[in-house]
């Protein structure tokens, strides 16, 4: 997989993809992530890529014409499955989408900034707009590191234990039950017997009840 990442503060993300599950992907070649600074594309000799909008109002709008020259630049080097806009006004990311995201080949994510793109850079390129919740960051560069996670983690040899990804939370539509590891019994809180049991059918049965009973109580809406 490959995710081309445009975006005017690159260096926010820099950090995330250095560590842990992702930089371990980036070093199996399992994945390439590429970040394109935005300014490499803007109009004229003080490196714009925003101005005022039209109609009046506050804030300022990231132009059409950089943002269109960097995404067809790129498009023109390969196909991307998905130019992907992060914002709030998208469709709230979750694991069904995290999925689907995880098979594809090409990606592009373009992070919002200011109070956003000009809706022309939608028309022309945006296939699936995301939103990691409802409210509002400086800019979409942490939302891509997130969507980032969440679809990398998922690429087969990327986890050392594969299984570990399918019995997450949400893959099934409910919460993970209640985890334990030892010791077996701390300040008088003591790990469920039938966990000890080495009854693996009961384990399992009751880890499906326990995950029903989270979701009733916490999550009623997944059920």
């Known amino acids: 997989m490959r995710i081309d990442i445009i975006s005017v503060l690159p260096e926010l993300m820099e950090s995330p993809f250095k560590t842990s599950i992702l930089r371990r992907a980036m070093d199996k070649g399992l994945v390439e992530v590429h970040f394109h600074h935005l300014r490499e594309w803007a109009i004229n000799k003080h490196r714009q890529i925003d101005d ?3 109609g009046g109002g506050a804030g300022m709008v990231m132009m059409v ?4 020259n960097c995404i067809s630049e790129l498009k023109s080097q390969r196909d991307y ?4 806009y992060l914002t709030p006004d998208g469709i709230t990311l979750n694991q069904k989408i995290a999925n689907s995201l995880s098979i594809k080949n090409n990606l592009i994510f373009l992070c919002g900034h200011y109070k956003g793109i000009d809706q022309r850079v939608r028309d022309l390129h945006i296939t699936k707009e995301i939103s990691i919740g409802d409210y509002v960051l400086t800019g979409g560069e ?15 040899g990327v986890l050392n234990d594969e299984q570990s990804a399918l ?3 949400f893959q099934d539509n409910l919460l ?5 590891t030892r010791p077996e019994n701390y300040k008088g809180l003591e790990v469920p017997k ?6 693996f059918g009961r384990i ?3 880890r499906h009840n326990e995950a029903v009973r989270i979701t009733q109580e916490k999550r009623p809406d997944l059920l």
Not at 65 to 68: I, K, S
Not at 81 to 84: R, S
Not at 194 to 199: E, K, T
């Open 194 to 199: 039938v966990l000890l049991s080495g009854n």
């Open 65 to 68: 014409e950089p943002l269109d």
């Open 167 to 169: 019995t997450d939370s």
């Open 81 to 84: 499955d998905d130019v992907i």
């Open 204 to 206: 399992e049965e009751w």
């Open 176 to 180: 993970s039950p209640p985890i334990y």
């Open 52 to 54: 005022e909008p039209y």
């Open 142 to 156: 942490l939302a891509a590191c997130v969507l980032s996670d969440s679809i990398i983690r998922l690429i087969p």
